[in-house]
């Protein structure tokens, strides 16, 4: 009964280091999306994917990479690590498949401090 | 563009009084969802209603009731006689008919004084 797991819950990178969030779903959904939490700012989509193999920009891409290599698991990289990347990171996976959206269901967040 | 307006950024009631929380949507589109999404202290967040455009009619689910009007491009929730567990920040959210790209607003937190 694990739905949203995100990887790691928490973790400290010093500027220009890399890192990679790793979000796992096991409902079989289709749509996947990594939100960044920032204080007064709401959630913010970084990037989504609607199927396997596919990936979309969202509303702050940059400076961020993802990949959907397997439908279960949505990756986001942080190539070189900026303070202004310092957020509460949450992944997110929909039953949305070419119709009307379905809920999402969120990981736990994944905070990233960048120093 | 889709653009999703919460005013309210923090509220504080006393235990029992009735709240509302504010959301105002803007889109093109005709059809469209609209969600709320709660966020407890512990950071999870948790679906609470989808309402799709076609559908002014207002619900109530126990304590919690949404109200809808396109007239006003608003979907307000009311909680009646808060509780202190109700303490949290909630989210107003706009999608697409296509699902794609969900759009949240900035929050409101509520604190309930018990």
């Known amino acids: 009964n694990a739905g949203v797991t995100q990887t790691p819950k928490f973790r400290v990178l010093k500027t220009g280091q890399s890192m990679t969030l790793l979000c796992a779903q096991d409902?079989?959904?289709?749509?996947m999306y990594w939100y960044r939490q920032d204080p007064g700012m709401g959630l913010r989509l970084i990037h989504y994917s609607v199927g396997e193999g596919t990936t979309a920009k969202g509303e702050v891409p940059d400076g961020y990479n993802v990949s959907r290599l397997k439908k279960q698991n949505f990756l986001l990289g942080l190539e070189s690590a900026a303070p202004s990347q310092t957020s509460v990171y949450f992944c997110?996976?929909?039953?949305?498949?070419?119709?009307?959206?379905?809920?999402?269901?969120f990981g736990e967040g994944s905070r990233l401090t960048v120093l | 563009a889709q653009k999703v307006t919460q005013a309210q950024t923090e509220i504080s009631v006393v235990e029992k009084e009735d709240v509302t929380l504010d959301c105002v949507y803007e889109?093109?589109?005709?059809?469209?969802?609209l969600f709320w999404y709660k966020q407890p202290p512990s950071g999870e967040l948790v679906f609470l209603i989808r309402r799709n455009s076609f559908d002014e009619q207002n619900e109530i689910s126990g304590r919690y009731s949404w109200n809808f009007q396109k007239s006003t491009s608003s979907f307000n929730f009311t909680i009646t006689a808060s509780q202190v567990v109700d303490s949290a920040v909630y989210f107003c959210a706009l999608s697409r008919y296509t699902g794609n790209q969900f759009y949240f607003g900035t929050g409101t937190s509520l604190t309930v004084i018990p």
């Open positions: 997110a996976s929909s039953r949305t498949s070419g119709g009307p959206p379905g809920e999402l269901f």
């Open positions: 409902m079989n959904h289709e749509y």
């Open positions: 889109t093109r589109d005709t059809t469209y969802y």
